[in-house]
C-alpha cells in the first residue's frame, strides 16, 4: 500500500493518529533503509515499483528457505492474507 498509494495511505495514517499531512507529499527516491548494515543494496522506489509492479517478478526468491516457508504457512492467517492481497 506505501508503494503503490503512499500519499491516500499516509494521508488516512495522519488522519487516524490526529496528524497532519504536509502541504506539498515527496516521494523519496533512494532506499529508504539506507545504504549500510543489514539492508545495504536495497532497491529505491522506482526499482521497487519495477520489481513489485510485476506480477512474474513480485513473488521471485521470496520464502526460499524451507524454515521461513513453513513458518510463514503455520503461522499466516490464510484468509487475512488473501483479504490484504498477498495471496
Known amino acids: 500500500d506505501l508503494l ?3 500519499e491516500e495511505t499516509i494521508s488516512q495514517i ?3 493518529a490526529g496528524g497532519q499531512m ?3 507529499f515527496r516521494y523519496v527516491e533512494d532506499s529508504a533503509k539506507g545504504d549500510t548494515g543489514p539492508h545495504a543494496g536495497s532497491a529505491g522506489f522506482l526499482a521497487s515499483l519495477v520489481t513489485y509492479g510485476n506480477s512474474t517478478k513480485r513473488m521471485k526468491d521470496i520464502l526460499t528457505d524451507e524454515a521461513d516457508y513453513e513458518f510463514a504457512k503455520e ?3 490464510e484468509k487475512l492474507m488473501k483479504d490484504f492481497g498477498y495471496a
Do not use: V
Open 14 to 16: 495522519c488522519d487516524c
Open 4 to 6: 503503490f498509494h503512499a
Open 22 to 24: 504536509r502541504p506539498r
Open 75 to 77: 503461522n499466516l492467517d
